[in-house]
């Protein structure tokens, strides 16, 4: 399989740019509605990864990690696509649903689409940043 990093470096600045939009308030979109000072940023403390600052929610959900994303494109449309069909079977704000999602993701022992068929924590951090934008992607109806 062939790797889509100039994509998802394109795709990751994508996905800043909206994030940084909803964040300040821009869009008229009532979803968004946590102020930017409700994440905190941490540097991960992994030896030997390249580090980058990693926001989570006031839940501890890690919500963006800036490094650049990187997976292969059929990885991509599977977890947007798993991800997609888990918010329609709940129903409801896709934008609202992205945190509860992440949270899930984030602490299943099980390997799923969404983590490119492993678990979060085995996931390196520009695999776990790819799976936010297919996340993110999903609930902006973006596969």
């Given at each position: 399989m062939r790797g889509y990093r100039s994509r998802s470096l394109f795709a990751a600045a994508a996905c800043a740019a909206v994030l940084t939009a909803c964040s300040s308030g821009g869009g008229g979109n009532g979803a968004s509605t946590a102020p930017t000072s409700s994440t905190s940023v941490q540097q991960s403390g992994d030896a030997g990864a390249?580090?980058?600052?990693?926001?989570?929610?006031?839940?501890?959900?890690?919500?963006?990690?800036?490094?650049?994303?990187?997976?292969?494109?059929?990885?991509?449309?599977?977890?947007?696509?798993?991800?997609?069909?888990?918010?329609?079977?709940?129903?409801?704000?896709?934008?609202?649903?992205?945190?509860?999602?992440?949270?899930?993701l984030q602490?299943?022992?099980?390997?799923?689409?969404?983590?490119?068929?492993?678990?979060?924590?085995?996931?390196?951090?520009?695999?776990?940043?790819?799976v936010l934008i297919a996340v993110r992607a999903a609930a902006e109806g973006g596969c």
């Open positions: 390249t580090s980058g600052a990693i926001a989570t929610s006031p839940g501890g959900v890690t919500t963006r990690i800036d490094v650049p994303a990187e997976s292969t494109e059929e990885q991509y449309a599977q977890a947007c696509m798993a991800t997609k069909t888990w918010m329609e079977g709940k129903g409801g704000d896709p934008a609202t649903l992205v945190e509860p999602y992440l949270k899930e602490s299943n022992p099980a390997a799923g689409p969404s983590t490119f068929n492993s678990t979060w924590g085995q996931l390196s951090e520009a695999q776990q940043a790819a």
